[in-house]
């Protein structure tokens, strides 16, 4: 079931399927299609909700655009998105003026001035200047200089063209403040983490950078965007040391369940990092779950100890075909996992190539058990399909290819077979008897009833 939110748009109430999330930095947003055939996103800060827009296009070199583009995506299902939409809430749209009001009341106004900067697809870009340029103007008056510069910076990343950015960093009173902000320092973070963590950002995937970053979010209690930057990081450049303090992170925050929901959208992005394929290996096959582990098995190929091997072994003994999850064709990939289990290996070819029967023809299976039969050696069912496939077009041989049909549970071949053979040999009570066991089988208990009655009355002539 597709994740979903619900947005008040003035007197109207959108549905919409969340299809993904970018993690850009304090900022996420949130892009979902709603049921008025709109494409909305939905923005939020820190985790506190901001403002849900549609929207027609995306400017290509706003934050928004950058975010899709440059950092961590999370598509649903995905708890850190379960984290922003809790069941039953609903975000409502407002107005660029209430945004502003909203912003002022919840956080500092430098900020509120960053926060500005992600609307530029939605709110022209020279009204967002001016209302940065009203902060800045506001902390001169107040001779926050410090402060002015911070904005500055904001203003050289969103407009570095605009002539009053440039006029801007040429003031003396300004400039003094560049060093500052040249190079991480405990300075840098005392006096505008904001910027601190833009920098160290930046930096990524470098291993100091990094570390000091989670540091930043760790102060902040920013957990939530310390797993994001884990996520990102660990598709980047997977280590070792990196997925340890991942799980780490998980581990504190989420439950094995939701955890592992994590892994495994971590994993279809690093499918070769043996660390992460080994521990979902190990939780599917503690909690059973046969359909995703078979995949992953017949993907990547991944080696079992000796204990795994037997434990899948046990699972598949209870595994059906017929689930409709499995790719029934791929699993002769499985075949060295039964090197010398043959009695686990029989269990197991019976059941595929009763199903494989149905779609397949005997030469065609023949060739798909050859894996088998180099792994666990000549098994009975092997030899029943070699039987099967020499006596096909055998006239001689359908009562003989009845009794295998059936053994593989092919039950209309079966009754084929035998029909065939009750022609054949008219006073011959065998065949008759084969019809009845088969209708049984079939659940048409009349009909077997009735050749029962007939192969009675046969052997009674006989006599």
């Known amino acids: 079931m597709a994740a979903q939110l619900t947005i008040t748009d003035r007197k109207h109430v959108v549905h919409a399927d969340i299809e993904r999330m970018a993690v850009f930095l304090q900022g996420k947003f949130v892009e979902a299609t709603g049921d008025d055939g709109r494409l909305w996103y939905v923005f939020f800060y820190k985790d506190h909700y901001l403002n849900a827009i549609p929207a027609t296009k995306i400017k290509r070199g706003s934050k928004v655009a950058q975010a899709f583009r440059d950092c961590i995506v999370l598509e649903p299902p995905h708890p850190l998105i379960d984290l922003l939409f809790q069941p039953g809430c609903s975000f409502k749209t407002i107005h660029f003026a209430q945004l502003t009001g909203k912003m002022e009341k919840l956080f500092p106004p430098l900020e509120a001035a960053w926060i500005a900067t992600f609307f530029e697809s939605f709110v022209p870009k020279r009204k967002l200047f001016e209302y940065i340029q009203s902060i800045f103007y506001e902390y001169r008056r107040n001779g926050q200089l410090l402060q002015c510069a911070r904005i500055l910076r904001i203003l050289k990343d969103f407009a570095p063209k605009q002539s009053w950015v440039k006029q801007m960093s040429r003031d003396l009173n300004l400039i003094k403040y560049d060093k500052l902000f040249q190079s991480y320092s405990p300075e840098l973070i005392r006096k505008d983490p904001l910027y601190a963590e833009k920098l160290l950002y930046e930096k990524m995937p470098d291993a100091e950078a990094f570390a000091k970053l989670c540091d930043l979010l760790r102060a902040q209690n920013r957990w939530a965007d310390e797993i994001a930057l884990s996520l990102e990081q660990m598709e980047s450049s997977p280590t070792d040391t990196g997925y340890k303090a ?218």
Request: proline share 5%; with cysteine; charged share 30%.
């Open 246 to 463: 991942l799980l780490e992170r998980l581990d504190a925050h989420f439950e094995e369940a939701e955890k592992m929901a994590i892994l495994e959208n971590l994993y279809a992005r690093i499918r070769q990092f043996e660390p992460l394929q080994q521990d979902l290996l190990k939780f599917y096959i503690e909690t059973k779950q046969l359909e995703k582990m078979i995949p992953m098995m017949l993907e990547e190929q991944i080696q079992l100890s000796a204990k795994q091997a037997e434990k899948v072994e046990k699972m598949l003994e209870s595994w059906s075909p017929d689930d409709g999850e499995t790719d029934v064709e791929a699993l002769n990939r499985l075949a060295p996992l039964f090197s010398g289990h043959p009695a686990q290996a029989e269990k197991f070819v019976v059941k595929c190539t009763s199903y494989l029967l149905q779609h397949r023809d005997t030469s065609y299976i023949l060739e798909w058990l050859l894996p088998f039969k180099k792994a666990a050696g000549h098994l009975p069912a092997i030899r029943k399909v070699e039987q099967m496939h020499q006596m096909a077009d055998d006239p001689d041989k359908q009562s003989l290819l009845g009794e295998l049909y059936f053994e593989f549970g092919q039950y209309d071949r079966a009754l084929d077979c035998f029909s065939w053979e009750m022609e054949l040999r008219e006073n011959d009570p065998a065949p008759v008897k084969w019809l009845s066991k088969i209708y049984h089988e079939l659940g048409m208990q009349a009909e077997s009833n009735a050749y029962r009655n007939l192969y009675i009355d046969m052997e009674k002539r006989r006599a």
